[in-house]
């Protein structure tokens, strides 16, 4: 089993909205085969904790547009990292020091990687991860 085309569609959707607000290193990863929650994890970075917040609502506003709203929000008034639950995707924001810290992609390391367009990988993303990062 892959994600959905919708829930693709969705997690490009909030991946353009985050790099549109200059979020570092947008990825996409594929969690329906680990996961029956749901089908992708977006993961991105914010610099601050003032731009973590606007990538957040920009990135809801997106996908409120495409008639999506989010199911729960959590972490939102501290501004560090802030999960939103669309059901069929997760964006996760996260400050990027929490993002170091946390390394939800090597957590996640087994699961593919899902190709977004140029235009919604953000600063320092999209990039496909090399052996070696996979092997960790």
């Known amino acids: 089993m892959t994600a959905t085309d919708r829930a693709v569609e969705l997690a490009i959707a ?7 607000l200059k979020a570092d290193e947008i990825i996409a990863l594929d969690v329906s085969e680990q996961l029956v929650l749901t089908d992708v994890f977006l993961i991105a970075s914010g610099t601050n904790e ?4 606007a990538i957040v609502d920009a990135v809801e506003e997106a996908l409120h547009r495409t008639g999506v709203k989010a199911i729960r929000r959590e972490g939102k008034s ?3 990292w802030v999960l939103l639950d669309f059901g069929d995707i997760v964006v996760h924001v996260q400050h990027a020091e929490d993002r170091v810290y946390y390394a939800l ?3 996640w390391k087994d699961c593919p990687v899902i190709d977004l367009p140029a235009d919604a990988r953000g600063g320092d993303g999209g990039t496909e991860r090399t052996e070696t990062e996979r092997a960790e």
Not at 14 to 20: C, K, M, W
Not at 50 to 53: E, G, I, K, L, T
């Open 105 to 107: 992609e090597r957590l």
């Open 14 to 20: 909030a991946a353009r909205a985050a790099s549109d």
């Open 50 to 53: 003032r731009q973590v917040s």
């Open 78 to 80: 501290e501004g560090r």
